[in-house]
């Protein structure tokens, strides 16, 4: 594991990254980066999903919706489906980019902060410390 400040540029690293992707809808990427509270999470793609990660490392969180154009495809857009966070949660159907970010923004896991640098298995031992 490395500093919380590499981590924010292993963030931003992979937002830049999906700004040149054909993956995944680039309207898409460009209203999540926007939004703060997501702009600080790990994000990656997935079946042409936009996930969200509260780590920076494989194995990523999976305690966050995520968005997926209803019409598969590279770099296909809306209407969306938001889901999560697991794949049997279904949320709902969005029109738009903006509204499909909103409802993800809306089910935010509490204290949803900068993404950790390391893995999930780090981030749950370093919370369990914290709880003490």
Same mark, same amino acid.
Request: glycine residues 8%; negative net charge.
């Given at each position: 594991?490395?500093?919380?400040?590499?981590?924010?540029?292993?963030?931003?690293?992979?937002?830049?990254?999906?700004?040149?992707?054909?993956?995944?809808?680039?309207?898409?990427?460009?209203?999540?980066?926007?939004?703060?509270?997501?702009?600080?999470?790990?994000?990656?793609?997935?079946?042409?999903?936009?996930?969200?990660?509260?780590? *920076?490392?494989?194995?990523?969180?999976?305690? #966050?919706?995520?968005?997926? +154009?209803?019409?598969? %495809? $590279?770099?296909?857009? /809306?209407?969306?489906?938001?889901?999560?966070?697991?794949?049997?949660?279904?949320?709902?159907?969005?029109? *738009?980019?903006?509204?499909?970010?909103?409802? #993800?923004?809306?089910?935010? +896991?509490?204290?949803? %902060? $900068?993404?950790?640098? /390391?893995?999930?298995?780090?981030?749950?031992?370093?919370?369990?410390?914290?709880?003490?």
């Amino acid at each position: 594991m490395t500093t919380n400040a590499s981590g924010a540029d292993k963030v931003e690293a992979a937002w830049q990254k999906l700004f040149a992707s054909d993956q995944v809808s680039a309207e898409l990427v460009a209203e999540a980066h926007a939004e703060p509270q997501l702009r600080q999470l790990f994000p990656w793609i997935g079946m042409w999903e936009l996930h969200f990660s509260r780590c *920076t490392e494989l194995r990523w969180t999976w305690d #966050v919706p995520y968005i997926g +154009p209803t019409a598969a %495809g $590279p770099g296909h857009a /809306g209407p969306y489906y938001v889901e999560g966070p697991s794949r049997t949660q279904k949320i709902g159907k969005a029109d *738009t980019a903006q509204e499909a970010v909103a409802m #993800v923004v809306e089910r935010l +896991p509490a204290n949803c %902060g $900068p993404a950790f640098n /390391g893995t999930s298995e780090e981030l749950e031992a370093y919370e369990s410390r914290r709880k003490l």
